[in-house]
C-alpha cells in the first residue's frame, strides 16, 4: 500500500486554518500589517532577532551601540499593543504546533525510548 503523506500534511495544513488558535494568530496578524508603524517596527524587530541569532551561532559578541538600538525597538515593542498581542497569540499557536509535532514525531519517540529500556 503507497501512502502519500504530503496529502496528509497540506490536509492538516487546511485543517490548522480553522482553528481557534490560528484564527487569534490571523487576527492579530492581520492587525499589525494594516498599522505601518506597528509593521515597520514588527519587521525591525524580526532583523534583529535574526541579527542576534546569527551573531550567537558565529559566538560574536554585540557592540554597546547595537545593544542600546536593540533595547530601544524591544521597548517599543513592548508599548505596542498590536505587536504584543500578536506575539501572544503567536506563542499560543507554537504551542499547538509544538504538541501536533510530537504526536506526528512519536513513533520516532518510541522507538528511541525502546532502545534506552531495553
Request: hydrophobic share 40%; aromatic share 6%.
Amino acid at each position: 500500500m503507497s501512502v502519500n503523506i504530503y496529502d496528509n500534511a497540506n490536509e492538516m495544513a487546511n485543517v490548522l486554518k480553522e482553528t481557534e488558535q490560528y484564527q487569534s494568530w490571523k487576527t492579530a496578524f492581520d492587525a499589525v500589517q494594516g498599522d505601518e508603524a506597528a509593521k515597520d517596527l514588527f519587521k525591525q524587530f524580526q532583523t534583529i532577532q535574526m541579527t542576534v541569532q546569527q551573531m550567537m551561532q558565529a559566538q560574536q559578541t554585540p557592540t554597546p551601540e547595537q545593544e542600546k538600538e536593540w533595547d530601544a525597538v524591544a521597548k517599543d515593542v513592548q508599548a505596542n499593543d498590536k505587536i504584543k498581542s500578536l506575539m501572544a497569540a503567536e506563542q499560543v499557536l507554537n504551542t499547538l504546533l509544538g504538541e501536533i509535532n510530537d504526536i506526528v514525531t512519536k513513533p520516532v519517540s518510541e522507538s528511541y525510548a525502546a532502545v534506552h529500556k531495553a
